[in-house]
């Protein structure tokens, strides 16, 4: 079978880039060894986090970095045997967090973060899921005065983009939020971002519309991708098919396909744990909710409140060690009735992330016809549309909607 376009990941960025371009009037077969939304786009805490300026940075105080090193912040986990292997990762990482080198990726962030919203607003209509999200914000709590005045500091820059964030009294974070339990001292409500009941479902709203579109979505192993002549194949359930393009969109995995064909890009993940709970005595809980020394989101989802672990690092393919997620269920539990699991084991899933923590969509670098959509880290959930929406006009040779050179593969040489 031929098509214009081969899109490998069904996750929430390959299947906005298949989308997209099949807006545009381009024949595109969506790949996956899963059904859409199955993996990272599945299992992460929901949030179109529009404000989301300031990045989850390498810490840059010791007394914070000694909170992680000796496992005292349930924010964070880590495998030595990985750590070995990440140190100039790491070290980008570090650099990149670097306050002076934030306020730069805020600035191109926020060039991508301006169209969030509204990009999954327009394929939610149009794909029929628009029940999925919810308006509100969300509620960052704080137990502490360091904590809430961490959280200060980002305001400036957040109202310099015309963002909303409000302190408000441990009372008022209550009316919002009744079952909650005063176990915090203040709390933050960030107004802007929105949060759905179903990532997963979100996802797959989306590629049943590309379906209606024409699109083809595919089971087969983009390990197989091959070059045919000055365009690429690969092998699906329903037999090989042979397109000019190829979008890679394999979120953590991306990095299995590229190497083989010479790509060499610092894409490392930052491993996540999620489990869902009831909740007991009638509680409910309207919009996600950050208890920010405590490590931890909860969110209600269609299958319970969820509540998502902050950053692990671990080898990708490593047993599971759900660590964080032991200690933050028993903070979780003190700030809301949570009843029993509702799984027998964590869901996990991994943050594709490059070290300077913005995406790379645009060509792929000595691949003719190769495209590239990975390493949106924290943030791929509420940038998929977006991401799908410029990558999609770069390769139609339409003006894109902001300057995608922030986001070259070629920043890495
Ligand atoms: C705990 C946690 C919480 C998070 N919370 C949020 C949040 O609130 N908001 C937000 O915006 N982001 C959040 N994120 C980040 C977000 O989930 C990811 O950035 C995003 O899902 C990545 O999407 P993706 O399409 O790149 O990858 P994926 O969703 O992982 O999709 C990649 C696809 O590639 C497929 N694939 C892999 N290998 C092959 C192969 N060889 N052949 C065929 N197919 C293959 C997989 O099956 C998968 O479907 C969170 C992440 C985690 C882990």
Known sequence: MKTDTIVLGAGIVGTSVALQLAERGRSVVLVDRRGPGEETSYGNAGLVERASLYPVAFPRKLSALLDVALKRNPAANYHWDALVRLVPWMFAYWRASAPARILD????????????????????????????????????????????????????????????????????????????????????????????????????AYAAHFAELGGQVRRGDAGILARLGSGWAVTTDEGSVEAPEVVVALGPWAMDVLRPFGLRLPLQVKRGYHMHYNATGGATLSRPVLDE??????????????????????????????????????????????????????????????????????????????????????????????????????????????DPRPFSAERFG
């Open 105 to 204: 990726y805020a600035r191109h962030m926020e060039t991508l973060l301006a169209f969030s919203l509204a990009e999954h607003d327009r394929l939610a209509r149009a794909a029929g899921a628009k029940h999925f999200f919810r308006e509100g914000g969300w509620l960052k709590l704080y137990r502490t005065q360091a904590g809430l005045q961490n959280e200060r500091n980002e305001f400036p820059l957040a109202h310099s983009y015309g963002l909303s964030a409000r302190e408000i009294e441990v009372d008022e974070a209550l009316a919002m939020e009744p079952s909650l339990r005063p176990v915090f001292r203040s709390a933050v409500i960030w107004s802007d971002p929105h949060s759905v009941s179903s990532p997963g479902g979100v996802t797959q």
């Open 293 to 402: 020394e405590g490590g931890y989101v909860i969110t209600p989802m269609v299958g319970g409140i969820r509540l998502t672990t902050g950053v692990e690092f671990a080898r990708r393919d490593a047993p599971k060690s759900p660590v964080q997620l032991e200690k933050t269920e028993v903070l979780a539990r003190g700030l809301f009735p949570l009843g029993a699991r509702a799984e027998p084991e964590p869901w996990m899933g991994c943050r594709p992330a490059f070290p300077d923590m913005l995406p790379v969509l645009g060509p792929a670098p000595r691949q003719n016809g190769m495209w590239l959509a990975i390493g949106h880290q924290h943030l791929g959930f509420t940038l998929g549309p977006v991401s799908g929406r410029l990558l999609a006009e770069m390769m139609t040779g339409e003006v894109p909607c902001t």
